[in-house]
């Protein structure tokens, strides 16, 4: 059993993105001999991460409640709803505070060539909440990376057939980008230069 536990533990690091074979090797050799203490509080923290969090029933982000903290928020604007694609997007705009609306989180984008489709990231669920009356203006804050942009172009298509007003983040986020390694300010400025979709 003792053989198989680095394999495994190495194995398991990988999963990581941009993790490889060495620097997953590094990780493990490094929390076994220099902080094992370290190693037991990640391994406590992630099966508690794997137990406790889940998907908020509104906006679909990370949360450890049926309903996340901003979108419980009364100080929110609830006539402007936020796409992105994942919780570090969120995180993102968030730390711009330029934004002060509600999000929905995609969780991933279109994407035919991997199999990833309209089901998958929940595009009925997205429209079911920016029609129920409230939403006024839908911001698509997708990447722009090429299926970023075409989950763009999907949802802002299916939300002008039903009436809402879509607008894009301005071109000042760089294209190819992900808004998780955007400076704030470019993320703040194409908030406020967002455009009709």
Same mark, same amino acid.
């Given at each position: 059993?003792?053989?198989?536990?680095?394999?495994?533990?190495?194995?398991?690091?990988?999963?990581?993105?941009?993790?490889?074979?060495?620097?997953? !090797? &590094?990780?493990? +050799?490094?929390?076994?001999?220099? %902080?094992?203490?370290?190693?037991?509080?990640?391994?406590?923290?992630?099966?508690h991460?794997? #137990?406790?969090? &889940?998907?908020? !029933?509104?906006?679909?982000?990370?949360?450890?409640?049926?309903?996340?903290?901003?979108?419980?928020?009364?100080? &929110?604007?609830?006539?402007k709803?936020?796409?992105?694609?994942?919780?570090?997007?969120?995180?993102?705009v968030?730390r711009?505070?330029? +934004?002060?609306? =509600?999000?929905?989180?995609?969780? @991933?984008? =279109?994407?035919?060539?991997?199999?990833?489709?309209? &089901?998958?990231?929940?595009?009925?669920?997205?429209?079911?909440?920016?029609?129920? @009356? #409230?939403?006024?203006?839908?911001? =698509?804050?997708?990447?722009?990376?090429? #299926?970023?942009?075409?989950?763009?172009?999907?949802?802002?298509?299916?939300?002008?057939?039903?009436?809402?007003?879509?607008?894009?983040?301005?071109?000042?986020?760089?294209? @190819?980008?992900?808004?998780? +390694?955007?400076? =704030?300010?470019?993320?703040?400025?194409?908030?406020? %230069?967002?455009? !009709? !979709?």
């Amino acid at each position: 059993m003792a053989e198989t536990a680095l394999p495994a533990l190495v194995e398991a690091l990988r999963r990581l993105p941009g993790v490889g074979v060495k620097s997953a !090797s &590094r990780m493990a +050799y490094h929390l076994l001999q220099h %902080d094992r203490e370290g190693a037991v509080r990640l391994a406590h923290a992630l099966t508690h991460a794997v #137990e406790g969090v &889940r998907h908020c !029933s509104l906006c679909h982000t990370f949360t450890e409640e049926a309903v996340c903290p901003t979108c419980r928020d009364p100080r &929110r604007d609830r006539a402007k709803l936020c796409v992105v694609e994942t919780p570090a997007d969120q995180a993102a705009v968030e730390r711009t505070q330029a +934004y002060a609306g =509600l999000y929905f989180v995609l969780m @991933g984008r =279109l994407s035919p060539l991997d199999g990833i489709g309209p &089901r998958d990231i929940g595009l009925a669920k997205l429209f079911e909440r920016a029609t129920g @009356g #409230e939403v006024q203006e839908v911001i =698509l804050a997708t990447n722009f990376t090429a #299926e970023g942009e075409a989950t763009a172009h999907v949802i802002g298509e299916a939300l002008k057939q039903r009436g809402l007003q879509v607008t894009r983040l301005a071109r000042g986020v760089p294209a @190819g980008s992900e808004l998780e +390694y955007v400076d =704030l300010g470019t993320i703040a400025h194409a908030l406020v %230069d967002r455009r !009709s !979709s």
